[in-house]
């Protein structure tokens, strides 16, 4: 039988809950990429796997922000980098 873990940091299952963010009165489960950044404003980002796991789930969102900003300057300046490729 499964016991009630309410004063534990695993849940039910003996699994580590996710951190949460208390809004409203009710916790909420915190996203990871924002709980990471977060420790980075708060100057608390200091172990080395908390920073490698910044750089993991952060990379895809840079890339795609990077990725944004080529189609948008392209479009801009008429230059789009797909065509000046060679048939």
Same mark, same amino acid.
């Given at each position: 039988?499964?016991? =009630?873990?309410?004063?534990?940091? +695993?849940? %039910?299952?003996?699994?580590?809950? %996710?951190?949460?963010?208390?809004?409203?009165?009710? +916790?909420?489960?915190?996203?990871?990429?924002?709980?990471? +950044?977060?420790?980075?404003?708060?100057?608390?980002?200091? $172990?080395? *796997?908390? *920073?490698?796991?910044?750089?993991?789930?952060?990379?895809?969102?840079?890339?795609?922000?990077?990725?944004?900003?080529?189609?948008?300057? %392209? $479009?801009?300046?008429?230059?789009?980098?797909? =065509? =000046?490729?060679? %048939?």
């Amino acid at each position: 039988m499964l016991a =009630s873990n309410v004063h534990s940091p +695993t849940g %039910a299952h003996g699994l580590p809950m %996710a951190d949460s963010a208390e809004v409203g009165g009710r +916790t909420r489960p915190e996203p990871h990429l924002v709980e990471k +950044t977060g420790m980075l404003l708060d100057g608390t980002l200091r $172990r080395p *796997i908390d *920073i490698f796991d910044l750089v993991l789930h952060g990379s895809p969102v840079a890339l795609l922000i990077v990725r944004v900003m080529i189609d948008v300057a %392209a $479009r801009v300046t008429g230059k789009h980098p797909e =065509s =000046s490729a060679p %048939a």
